[in-house]
C-alpha cells in the first residue's frame, strides 16, 4: 500500500524568494524601499522554514499514528494458529508489515528534512 504523507508539499520558499528578487530587481527602487523589501522577503524565506518544519513534525506524528493503528491491528496475530483453514490471512497480516515499515520509512525521511 502507498500511504502518502497527508499534508501537500510546496516549493521550496529560496527559490520564491530569489524570483521575487529577480524581477524586483528590474524595478526602479530607492535604496531605502529596496531594503525593506529584501527584509521583508528574508523574514517572509524564515517564516517559511518554520512552516516547513512543522509540516514535517505534524507528518511523522500522522506516520507514528498510522504505525500505532497497524500494530493494533497485528495483535490478533496471537489469535491465529500455524493450521490457518484460511491462509490469506497471513498474506493480509504481511500487508501490515509491509505498512508499518512504508510508514517507518516516511517518518523517517520528514525527521530527517527538520534536521536540515
Given amino acids: 500500500m502507498n500511504h502518502q504523507s ?30 525593506r523589501v529584501n527584509d521583508a522577503l528574508g523574514r517572509f524565506v524564515e517564516m517559511e522554514q518554520q512552516r516547513e518544519i512543522r509540516r514535517h ?5 500522522h506516520h507514528r499514528a498510522a504505525i500505532a493503528a497497524l500494530i493494533d491491528l497485528l495483535s490478533e496475530l496471537d489469535d491465529i494458529s500455524w493450521v490457518e483453514a484460511d491462509r490469506g490471512v497471513f498474506v493480509e497480516f504481511a500487508h501490515l508489515f509491509e505498512d508499518i515499515s512504508e510508514h517507518a520509512l516516511n517518518g523517517a525521511a520528514d525527521l530527517r528534512r527538520m534536521g536540515g
Fill in 6 to 35: 497527508p499534508i501537500r508539499s510546496t516549493p521550496d520558499p529560496d527559490i520564491l524568494v530569489e524570483r521575487i528578487r529577480s524581477i524586483i530587481g528590474t524595478v526602479a527602487l530607492d535604496c531605502d524601499c529596496r531594503q
Fill in 57 to 61: 513534525l505534524l507528518s511523522s506524528r
